[in-house]
């Protein structure tokens, strides 16, 4: 595009709109860049929302965007897309440009995350103060509020809410990649708006006033800790009576990474609010919100990144007492790592991971959920320290994380006692659900972790008159009466007053605690261990058997000398289940039970006792037993403990195909074109002469049986229990009939030409070659119709 000449602002737009139609993506973003370049403010104002949504989408996800989320490094499209988007490049360019004149851009409340859009229609003040002084009142009322953003946070808030919009993906694609163009950018914007090193860069663009002002800023008597706490003002009367703040020169530096951080983590984990969580706990109750594995990927992301950003900060500044820093000694920056994990993401994301513990499926997707637990609880290992690596089982935890632990203990003790009730109802046979409870229990097994835990749950459970006692006392120094003591008693005070802070902010002042080292959960990791000694036993069964059977299935039983029984296809056993995965399930499920019996401090007499009663009341490993059940109206029920047998592997009903087997699925070693040519000619034959076979197969002598022996299936006498509905279906399906199906198989199709070669060196036509055929088929069935009992009976 030439260098345009200045017009009206619906001309360009309706110009572009145009283009967005015609032309392909790397020309439309060339022709942009020019126009952010060339055009003034005033006009890029008009398109801005446009842009921003043909980028990310629309918030209800009809219009997809450039979908982001699905363009992948090997797209030819993936680098311009990138250099557009980039922190430094010319969308961010066109941000600073609007950001500087001031501009305003509407987004409706009904799209802000559950929580704090029910306490703007509520009247009440969110407690994120990103929302403080931006409503817009519209004469209709409350329920069509909007919120007025800058430029910058416009264009944040499309950006985040593109992770959580409905998308349809198309077939064989799906967006949990975290080499998509999305995942990569938010790594960007992360690493450059909240930096390890160095300062946050300025912005690249100036206007006539030299640089561009923070929006809304913070008041330098408005410390981070009041952030994240919720205020009960009435809504009304906090726009209308907004005291006037005056901008602390030196938080103009950081606003952008205030801003970017609170509307990623709003957006991404502020959907449950304490009152909704506990609301949810009901069945009846609808989620609200289910989050994806994309998302809970990204979320992870964030996690690991802050870690990282705070774990940078100089370690004079984090050995200092927080009343020692002000304005004039610590750069904002350097305040905001001390405060970004605890004030900012604490809650919200505590509440994420309860809601996603509960309510995720119980498959192997659950991983990245944990990982994500996992990254937060364990915030030295993003120090990006050089240290000589030590094994797993000696790297022990720093003491100077003893206070992040306290601080998080909820995090600890909560989520494991959510994670054990998950843990139990998993199949731990399957190797991917036994790597995640490995990895649980190796984490918390690190040294002198759990003892942090401990003493966390021991300031907790401190009692309060001990506290009041206690605290006159504590704030006394030695030169005003007091001693070194009193002193040491105001530091416990005040780790005291820090975990019982904690956990009435997250569990509400009514909370019943259960302590991760108590009795009662305790009990539930017994229970554990003896489901993973169970699943262990099941893992090994498993393995003797499919070792013991590839070694007795020689080359000939692919010719017909092995069971060609189509059922065994049906045994459920899931290709984690074999070979390879077993072996690891095993090899996880042992170091488990060492780590758990590391943290909980248990014997290997304790260990062994455990496992030796549960042995007791198995059934000797045979696993040919059905489940526990009852029996019902309908059949058998299933009770609790026939569930866990069934989880677990240690037994199963014998599932056997009950449906016609003229339809079971075409198998892999079958001609898809000849069985259904065979099952038309059968079907056909079938049909026509069902009297004759009938009558034939109903005979008591010699003939019926023969007939009995070439037109019906053998296995349908098999005594098995059957619900109603199922034992209506066997009935039909034990009519004689003619089935063609086995010369399908491409076994018997080599069989075949093999006896037509062999008659060939013989000196045999087909015609004689398939009558030698026929009548050694018809000798067979004669002496299995006459000898078949007697073979069975020995």
Same mark, same amino acid.
């Given at each position: 595009?030439?260098?345009?000449?200045?017009?009206?602002?619906?001309?360009?737009?309706?110009?572009?709109?145009?283009?967005?139609?015609?032309?392909?993506?790397?020309?439309?973003?060339?022709?942009?860049?020019?126009?952010?370049?060339?055009?003034?403010?005033?006009?890029?104002? $008009?398109?801005?929302?446009?842009?921003?949504?043909?980028?990310?989408?629309?918030?209800?996800?009809?219009?997809?965007?450039?979908?982001?989320?699905?363009?992948?490094?090997?797209?030819?499209?993936?680098?311009?897309?990138?250099?557009?988007?980039?922190?430094?490049?010319?969308?961010?360019?066109?941000?600073?440009?609007?950001?500087?004149?001031?501009?305003?851009?509407?987004?409706?409340?009904?799209?802000?995350?559950?929580?704090?859009?029910?306490?703007?229609?509520?009247?009440?003040?969110?407690?994120?103060?990103?929302?403080?002084?931006?409503?817009?009142?519209?004469?209709?009322?409350?329920?069509?509020?909007?919120?007025?953003?800058?430029?910058?946070?416009?264009?944040?808030?499309?950006?985040?809410?593109?992770?959580?919009?409905?998308?349809?993906?198309?077939?064989?694609?799906?967006?949990?990649?975290?080499?998509?163009?999305?995942?990569?950018?938010?790594?960007?914007?992360?690493?450059?708006?909240?930096?390890?090193?160095?300062?946050?860069?300025?912005?690249?663009?100036?206007?006539?006033?030299?640089?561009?002002?923070?929006?809304?800023?913070?008041?330098?008597?408005?410390?981070?800790?009041?952030?994240?706490?919720?205020?009960?003002?009435?809504?009304?009367?906090?726009?209308?009576?907004?005291?006037?703040?005056?901008?602390?020169?030196?938080?103009?530096?950081?606003?952008?990474?205030?801003?970017?951080?609170?509307? $990623?983590?709003?957006?991404?984990?502020?959907?449950?609010?304490?009152?909704?969580?506990?609301?949810?706990?009901?069945?009846?109750?609808?989620?609200?919100?289910?989050?994806?594995?994309?998302?809970?990927?990204?979320?992870?992301?964030?996690?690991?990144?802050?870690?990282?950003?705070?774990?940078?900060?100089?370690?004079?500044?984090?050995?200092?007492?927080?009343?020692?820093?002000?304005?004039?000694?610590?750069?904002?920056?350097?305040?905001?790592?001390?405060?970004?994990?605890?004030?900012?993401?604490?809650?919200?994301?505590?509440?994420?991971?309860?809601?996603?513990?509960?309510?995720?499926?119980?498959? %192997?997707?659950?991983?990245?959920?944990?990982?994500?637990?996992?990254?937060?609880?364990?915030?030295?290992?993003?120090?990006?320290?050089?240290?000589?690596?030590?094994?797993?089982?000696?790297?022990?935890?720093?003491?100077?994380?003893?206070?992040?632990?306290?601080?998080?203990?909820?995090?600890?003790?909560?989520?494991?006692?959510?994670?054990?009730?998950?843990?139990?109802?998993?199949?731990?046979?399957?190797?991917?659900?036994?790597?995640?409870?490995?990895?649980?229990?190796?984490?918390? %097994?690190?040294?002198?972790?759990?003892?942090?835990?401990?003493?966390?749950?021991?300031?907790?459970?401190?009692?309060?008159?001990?506290?009041?006692?206690?605290?006159?006392?504590?704030?006394?120094?030695?030169?005003?009466?007091?001693?070194?003591?009193?002193?040491?008693?105001?530091?416990?005070?005040?780790?005291?007053?820090?975990?019982?802070?904690?956990?009435? %902010?997250?569990?509400?002042?009514?909370?019943?605690?259960?302590?991760?080292?108590?009795?009662?959960?305790?009990?539930?990791?017994?229970?554990?261990?003896?489901?993973? %000694?169970?699943?262990?036993?099941?893992?090994?069964?498993?393995?003797?058997?499919?070792?013991?059977?590839?070694?007795?299935?020689?080359?000939?039983?692919?010719?017909?000398?092995?069971?060609?029984?189509?059922?065994?296809?049906?045994?459920?056993?899931?290709?984690?289940?074999?070979?390879?995965?077993?072996?690891?399930?095993?090899?996880?499920?042992?170091?488990?039970?060492?780590?758990?019996?590391?943290?909980?401090?248990?014997?290997?007499?304790?260990?062994?006792?455990?496992?030796?009663?549960?042995?007791?009341?198995?059934?000797?490993?045979?696993?040919?037993?059905?489940?526990?059940?009852?029996?019902?109206?309908?059949?058998?029920?299933?009770?609790?403990?026939?569930?866990?047998?069934?989880?677990?592997?240690?037994?199963?009903?014998?599932?056997?195909?009950?449906?016609?087997?003229?339809?079971?699925?075409?198998?892999?070693?079958?001609?898809?074109?000849?069985?259904?040519?065979?099952?038309?000619?059968?079907?056909?034959?079938?049909?026509?002469?069902?009297?004759?076979?009938?009558?034939?197969?109903?005979?008591?002598?010699?003939?019926?049986?023969?007939?009995?022996?070439?037109?019906?299936?053998?296995?349908?006498?098999?005594?098995?229990?059957?619900?109603?509905?199922?034992?209506?279906?066997?009935?039909?399906?034990?009519?004689?009939?003619?089935?063609?199906?086995?010369?399908?198989?491409?076994?018997?199709?080599?069989?075949?030409?093999?006896?037509?070669? $062999?008659?060939?060196?013989?000196?045999?036509?087909?015609?004689?070659?398939?009558?030698?055929?026929?009548?050694?088929?018809?000798?067979?069935?004669?002496?299995?119709?006459?000898?078949?009992?007697?073979?069975?009976?020995?």
């Amino acid at each position: 595009m030439a260098a345009p000449t200045l017009q009206q602002p619906s001309f360009l737009l309706a110009n572009l709109k145009a283009d967005a139609t015609t032309k392909p993506l790397p020309q439309r973003c060339q022709d942009l860049v020019k126009i952010i370049d060339d055009y003034p403010a005033k006009e890029l104002h $008009f398109i801005f929302p446009w842009l921003v949504e043909s980028v990310f989408g629309s918030l209800d996800g009809i219009i997809t965007g450039w979908n982001l989320r699905l363009l992948h490094s090997r797209s030819n499209e993936y680098n311009i897309v990138m250099d557009f988007l980039n922190p430094s490049g010319p969308m961010m360019k066109l941000v600073y440009k609007l950001q500087a004149e001031e501009y305003k851009y509407e987004i409706p409340v009904n799209y802000l995350p559950g929580p704090v859009k029910a306490c703007i229609q509520e009247g009440v003040l969110p407690d994120c103060p990103l929302f403080h002084n931006k409503l817009q009142f519209p004469l209709s009322g409350l329920l069509t509020l909007n919120l007025a953003l800058n430029p910058f946070e416009f264009f944040m808030f499309n950006f985040a809410s593109c992770l959580i919009m409905p998308k349809t993906y198309p077939q064989g694609q799906h967006g949990c990649s975290t080499d998509s163009a999305y995942f990569v950018l938010v790594d960007t914007y992360l690493k450059y708006f909240l930096p390890s090193e160095g300062s946050v860069p300025p912005s690249p663009f100036s206007d006539s006033r030299g640089s561009v002002t923070a929006p809304s800023p913070r008041s330098s008597s408005v410390p981070f800790a009041g952030y994240g706490v919720h205020s009960p003002s009435l809504l009304k009367h906090h726009i209308f009576h907004q005291p006037s703040v005056n901008a602390d020169p030196a938080a103009q530096e950081i606003w952008r990474s205030e801003t970017l951080l609170q509307m $990623f983590v709003e957006i991404w984990l502020h959907h449950y609010s304490l009152a909704m969580y506990q609301k949810l706990q009901s069945p009846q109750v609808k989620e609200p919100f289910t989050p994806t594995e994309e998302h809970v990927l990204v979320v992870r992301l964030l996690v690991k990144h802050l870690h990282a950003f705070s774990n940078s900060l100089k370690p004079e500044q984090l050995s200092s007492s927080p009343s020692a820093h002000s304005h004039t000694h610590t750069s904002p920056l350097e305040e905001f790592k001390r405060v970004v994990v605890q004030r900012f993401v604490q809650q919200k994301l505590y509440l994420f991971l309860q809601h996603c513990f509960s309510h995720w499926p119980l498959d %192997a997707s659950f991983r990245a959920v944990l990982e994500t637990w996992l990254s937060y609880i364990q915030p030295w290992r993003y120090t990006g320290e050089k240290t000589n690596p030590q094994p797993d089982q000696n790297r022990t935890v720093p003491e100077k994380w003893e206070s992040f632990v306290q601080e998080n203990l909820l995090m600890y003790t909560k989520l494991f006692q959510v994670f054990l009730n998950r843990a139990v109802r998993t199949d731990l046979v399957n190797a991917k659900n036994a790597l995640m409870v490995f990895r649980v229990a190796k984490v918390f %097994a690190q040294p002198d972790l759990a003892e942090m835990i401990q003493k966390g749950e021991q300031l907790f459970l401190e009692p309060e008159h001990v506290l009041h006692h206690r605290q006159p006392r504590g704030y006394l120094t030695p030169t005003q009466g007091g001693s070194y003591l009193s002193s040491r008693q105001k530091v416990v005070t005040d780790m005291v007053f820090r975990v019982k802070s904690h956990v009435y %902010a997250l569990e509400g002042q009514d909370c019943q605690y259960k302590q991760m080292f108590g009795t009662e959960l305790r009990g539930a990791v017994m229970k554990l261990i003896q489901i993973i %000694a169970q699943a262990r036993q099941t893992a090994k069964r498993i393995s003797d058997h499919s070792s013991e059977v590839a070694a007795n299935t020689s080359f000939l039983s692919w010719f017909g000398l092995g069971s060609s029984d189509l059922n065994n296809t049906f045994s459920g056993a899931e290709p984690e289940e074999s070979g390879e995965c077993l072996k690891k399930t095993h090899e996880f499920l042992e170091r488990a039970l060492e780590n758990l019996c590391q943290i909980f401090k248990l014997t290997q007499g304790q260990l062994t006792q455990l496992i030796s009663n549960l042995g007791s009341s198995q059934d000797d490993g045979n696993g040919k037993q059905l489940p526990d059940c009852i029996q019902g109206e309908n059949g058998l029920i299933l009770t609790d403990l026939g569930r866990r047998q069934i989880i677990n592997g240690l037994r199963r009903f014998d599932i056997q195909y009950q449906g016609d087997p003229e339809l079971q699925p075409i198998r892999s070693y079958e001609n898809a074109l000849l069985v259904r040519l065979f099952y038309r000619i059968s079907s056909l034959v079938n049909e026509r002469f069902r009297g004759h076979m009938n009558a034939l197969c109903s005979r008591p002598d010699f003939l019926g049986r023969l007939g009995r022996h070439y037109l019906t299936d053998p296995d349908c006498t098999t005594k098995l229990k059957h619900s109603p509905i199922s034992q209506r279906g066997l009935e039909r399906n034990r009519q004689p009939r003619l089935s063609l199906r086995l010369l399908a198989s491409y076994k018997t199709i080599l069989l075949l030409l093999l006896f037509y070669i $062999f008659g060939a060196l013989l000196s045999f036509g087909p015609i004689s070659s398939t009558l030698v055929i026929l009548a050694g088929g018809f000798l067979y069935g004669l002496m299995m119709t006459l000898f078949g009992d007697k073979l069975k009976t020995h």
